[in-house]
């Protein structure tokens, strides 16, 4: 799509697989940013608006079988496209800078790869209907039992692809990294196997060379 406004702010996105760590990453970032002074969006996929949060139900609950994949790719990219009219644009249209959790470089490889080979499908329905990239995209690396146990140890009802087990997390762990060397001007990569707080120092020092970079 060509209709993206201009940008004034900032547009960093957070991507891995399940338990590797983004949410908690994401907040800490966004917290240490609005401390600093900036304007701060904190969001997440699937969701981010309230239509989009409808549609995270429908696709992240109820039986793994209940949508085909290519149905699946449908519902990610409506509720991508509800999430970035009404809330990322807006945002970074004023200035903020907006961190997500996950955007299309999740349907990339959770849609694209995990049923059959769909990644051209989920790029040109993007490029289509979103059309939009993160200025910069932190991978959250991490050895996939530990992401998996980590996941696995919430108790949640939004389980239709935890379930699918570790081989898909494996997977997923390779397509990231392959995602990165294909798209290296805005994804870095960071261990997300260390504590909590070591990840936080890495993020913080990607995140402000890119601010002094943008600004
Ligand atoms: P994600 O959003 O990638 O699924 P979360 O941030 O929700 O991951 O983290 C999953 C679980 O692991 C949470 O219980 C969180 O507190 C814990 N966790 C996150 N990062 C770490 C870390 N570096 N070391 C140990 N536990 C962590
Ligand atoms: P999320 O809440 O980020 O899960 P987690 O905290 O476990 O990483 O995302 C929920 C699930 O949705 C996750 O298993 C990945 C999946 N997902 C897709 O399959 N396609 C997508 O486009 C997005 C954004 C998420």
Redesign the pocket.
């Known amino acids: 799509m060509s209709d993206e406004p201009a940008r004034k702010g900032l547009f960093i996105s957070f991507e891995?697989?399940?338990?590797?760590g983004?949410?908690t990453q994401a907040r800490l970032l966004a917290e240490q940013l609005r401390a600093e002074g900036h304007e701060v969006v904190l969001t997440?996929?699937?969701?981010g608006s309230p239509g989009a949060e409808e549609i995270?139900a429908l696709?992240?609950q109820g039986d793994p079988d209940r949508w085909s994949a290519k149905t699946?790719?449908l519902l990610?990219?409506a509720?991508?496209r509800d999430h970035l009219e009404r809330t990322i644009q807006p945002a970074l249209e004023a200035g903020k800078i907006v961190i997500c959790?996950?955007?299309?470089?999740?349907?990339?490889?959770?849609?694209g790869l995990?049923r059959g080979d769909l990644r051209e499908v989920v790029d040109q329905l993007h490029s289509l209907m979103i059309g939009v990239e993160p200025d910069l995209t932190l991978l959250i690396d991490m050895e996939p039992g530990q992401?998996l146990s980590r996941?696995l140890s919430?108790q949640?009802v939004?389980d239709?692809?935890?379930e699918?087990g570790e081989d898909l997390q494996v997977a997923m762990r390779q397509g990231f990294l392959d995602l990165a060397e294909e798209f290296p001007d805005r994804f870095v990569v960071v261990d997300g196997g260390r504590e909590i707080a070591a990840v936080a120092t890495d993020v913080q020092h990607i995140v402000q060379g890119k601010l002094a970079t943008t600004a």
């Open positions: 891995g697989i399940d338990g590797s983004k949410s997440r996929e699937p969701g995270r696709v992240l699946e790719i990610f990219t509720a991508r959790d996950r955007f299309a470089d999740s349907t990339r490889m959770y849609q995990s992401g996941a919430r949640t939004e239709r692809f935890e699918f």
